[in-house]
C-alpha cells in the first residue's frame, strides 16, 4: 500500500495503452514483493496469476477520469466498480493511500498523489498516511530520518492538491485507533499465511510482522465510522497487501452472505453446479407443463451424467444425501463472529419465509444485494465494523531516465520533486531514449516511443491533462517526424516548469504545514 522505491515497469506507455498490459516474450511468472525491488515484465501475468482486471473494464463507468486513467497508466483493477457507481450516484466512498518516508519526495509518489487527489474531488472521503512504523520495522529508518522525510513528503501532497480540511493525515505510530484496530486484526491473521503471502521465515523480524497488520488496518481504517467502499491506489507489488486485507475484511464480519440451494453447505465450485442442473432441470420441467418440485435426487442423476469429474462427485454425494429434498434458490445467512445477541436480532429481522438453522438462516424472499445490505446493518447495529471488501487500482512502475530499474540509489536515474529544477532539466537532456541509431533511420523506420523513458516522462506527467499532446508526441516519435534531441528538449524544458511551480508552491503551503493535526516531529524521537 505504501509507495516507497521507484521501480521498473518494463514496457513503458504508449498514448493508447493495451488493456492486456503489453507484451515480453518469455515472461517468467510473477513474484511481488511490498519491500523488494520486483520488476513486472509482463502485466498481463497479473491478470492471469493474481486476478487483477484490466481497468479498461471499468473506464466507460467511470466519472471524469484521471488522464491517468484514459492513458492506461493506471492499467488494472481489483472491484473498482462500487467505487465508479459511488462516484456517479453520489454516494459514500473512501480513497486512502500513503507512502514510506525512506527517502525524497518523487515523480512516481505524484502518481499516487494524483489518484488521492482525484477522488477526492470527485467526492470521496481522502486519507493520507506516512507509514512510519513500516519504515522502522521494515528498513530501519531511524525516527529522526523519518521525521525529516515526512516532512518533505507532506510538502509535496500539500502542493499538490490534497485538501487537508476535507480529508485526513496521520502517521501510524501517532493513531491510537489506528493500532486498535491492528491489535483487533492480528487475531485474525496467522503466520502461515504471511509466509504465504510475503516470504516470512524464522529470521523475520516480530515488528515487521506487526507492521503488516498495520497496514491491513491502514486500508480499512477509513471504514472505522460507517462501512463503504474505499479504494486503494497502489503500485502491483503491494497486491498482497490488497488481498489479505480482502480477507481479513471478510474474515471479521459477523455474517457472511452466499447462495444457496438446499440445507447443506456447498463451496462456489459445487453451488455453480448445483445452479445449472436446478436451472436445466426447471426449464425442463416448465417446458412440459410440470410444476413438480426439482428435487436433490433429480440433481444429482443430472450431475452424474454431464459432470463425472471430481468437483461434479463431490456434490453428487451431498445431493444424494438430501434425496427427496426439494431445490429452492435461497441466500444464507452464516454466523461467522456474530454475538448471540446479533444472531437473534438478524433472526428478526429476515421478513418474508425463511429456515433457521444452528450457525445459519436462509431467506427465501430476499435477492443476495438486499441480504448483504441487512446483514451488514445488524452487524453494525451491535457493535461490529460490517467492513466492505476494500477496492484497489493499479499504476504502471516508471523506466529509469538512464534505461532499466527507476532507483533512489542511482540519482541520474530519477527525478525527485525536490531537485533543483535546472537539475531536472539536465537529468532529462541526458536520459536515454527510443531512438535509433542515426537521425536518418530515425526518420526512415520512426522511434520507439514505447521503449523511451522520455516519452513516458509526458505520458506520466508532463503532458498533463492535455491527452492530444501526448497523442502528437507519440506519433510525431512513431512516425519519424520527431528526432530525439528536439524531444529530450521539448521534455527538459517541462521539466524545468514543472519542478519550479512545484517547489514554489510548497513554499507557499508550508505555513499549512504547521497548522496540520500531525505530529510531524515524532515524539519516538531520541535525539
Sequence with gaps: MTDDDHRDGGDASQSEIRSDGGSTAGADDVTLDPW??????????????????AFDTVLPETPNPHYLMRRGVIFGHRDYEPIARAMREDEPFAVLSGWMPTGDPHIGHKLMIDEIVYHQEQGGDAHALVADLEANAARGLTWAEIDEHTREYLLSLLALGFDPEDGELYRQSGNRRLQDLAFELGA??????????YGFDGETNVSHMQSVVTQ???????QLDEP????????????????????LAARTRFFGVTEAYASFETDPEERVLVREAYETLREQA???????????????DYLREHHAD???????????NAGMEPIRPRVRFLDRNATDAAFEALIDAVEGEKRVFEGHVDAFDLDRAAAEALAREVEVDHGGYGFVAPSSIYHRFMT???????????????????????????????????????AEKQRELGGEAD??????????????????????VYEECVGGERLCGDCKEQAAELMREFLAEHQEKREEVRPMLEELDIEVESPRRRD
Design 286 to 300: 416448465d417446458a412440459e407443463g410440470d410444476d413438480a418440485d426439482v428435487r436433490c435426487s433429480d440433481a444429482a
Design 228 to 247: 463503504k467502499p474505499t479504494v486503494i491506489p497502489v503500485g502491483p507489488d503491494q497486491d498482497p497487501h490488497m488481498r489479505f486485507a480482502r480477507d
Design 400 to 438: 529509469g531516465l538512464t534505461g532499466g530499474k527507476m532507483s533512489s540509489s542511482v540519482p541520474a536515474s530519477h527525478i525527485s520533486l525536490l531537485d533543483d529544477p535546472e537539475e531536472g532539466y539536465e537529468k532529462v537532456k541526458a536520459a536515454t531514449t527510443g531512438g535509433r541509431e542515426t
Design 36 to 53: 523488494g525491488s520486483a520488476t513486472v515484465s509482463d502485466y498481463r501475468k497479473l491478470f492471469e496469476q493474481f486476478g487483477i482486471e
Design 188 to 197: 485474525a491473521a496467522n503466520f502461515s499465511e504471511m509466509q504465504a503471502l
Design 310 to 320: 471430481e468437483a461434479g462427485a463431490s456434490v453428487v454425494d451431498k445431493l444424494d
Design 216 to 222: 491491513m488496518a491502514d486500508i480499512l481504517y477509513p
Design 451 to 472: 521503449e523511451c523513458p522520455v516519452y513516458e516522462l509526458y505520458t506520466y506527467l508532463l503532458a498533463d491533462e492535455d491527452d492530444e499532446f501526448a497523442t502528437e
